[in-house]
């Protein structure tokens, strides 16, 4: 594609439910991160992955989070039994290289947990 | 630990003003220096890095390792300029290549 996909672009869940983000990245992009952007918070990093494999998961908040990358190319976010501080921007990345310099950026996926 | 700190969390000015928005980092290597940008229901994307020396938008940003700061100037802002503002640091700490935000900033340009 021509650009970083993510689904869905918006999501509303109940807390204690499980839900799934998507990220499509850049065809031939080998990087992919995942951050989150929350009112007063900036960018945090959640995790980042190089292939497959994920080098760096330091940033993922709890146990509650996980991530996968299959093919190289799609990575789903999972985040179970949500928590309503669980809200925010989620943001998919990715680069060429795996020396992060220009990430391009998806569109985000909205998570409200109510 | 990588770090970055945007001290300002807003910066309202007017058209034709100058403009700093300022970065500070933390980092025992050799950092790599960003400002990405996202204005109103857009991504965020680059607007520039230390290395490229380069001014984009009529921006430019200078690397001062002994005052650890990368702070973004323009002499003369623009309303389209106003947007969120972010600094970031690029360096490789136990093998992992990442970009490490900081809380960023919101440029507001007056009319």
């Known amino acids: 594609g021509a650009g970083v996909s993510q689904s869905p672009s918006n999501k509303v869940t109940e807390k204690g439910k499980d839900v799934e983000l998507r990220c499509d990245p850049i065809?031939?992009?080998?990087?992919l991160y995942w951050y989150r952007q929350s009112l007063g918070q900036g960018l945090e990093f959640l995790i980042y992955?190089?292939?497959?494999?994920?080098?760096?998961k330091s940033g993922l908040p709890s146990d509650r989070f996980s991530a996968e990358r299959t093919g190289g190319s799609v990575s789903t976010l999972t985040i179970q039994r949500t928590q309503q501080e669980d809200s925010a921007v989620y943001l998919c990345?990715?680069?060429?290289?795996?020396?992060?310099?220009?990430?391009?950026f998806g569109e985000g996926s909205r998570l409200t947990v109510l | 630990a990588q770090r970055v700190t945007q001290p300002e969390k807003l910066l309202s000015v007017f058209k034709g003003a100058p403009v700093e928005l300022k970065c500070n980092y933390s980092?025992?290597?050799?950092?790599?220096l960003f400002w990405y940008v996202q204005y109103s229901r857009q991504r965020l994307q680059l607007l520039l890095r230390?290395?490229s020396r380069e001014s984009i938008k009529g921006f430019t940003a200078d690397l001062n390792k002994g005052e650890t700061s990368f702070h973004l100037k323009k002499p003369f802002a623009q309303e389209e300029d106003s947007a969120m503002y972010y600094c970031a640091l690029s360096g490789r700490t136990g093998g992992s290549e990442k970009l490490v935000f900081g809380k960023g900033m919101k440029l507001t340009v007056n009319p």
């Open positions: 980092y025992s290597g050799s950092p790599e």
């Open positions: 992955f190089q292939g497959n494999s994920a080098p760096d």
């Open positions: 065809s031939g992009h080998t990087a």
């Open positions: 230390h290395i």
């Open positions: 990345a990715s680069s060429l290289i795996p020396v992060a310099g220009e990430l391009f």
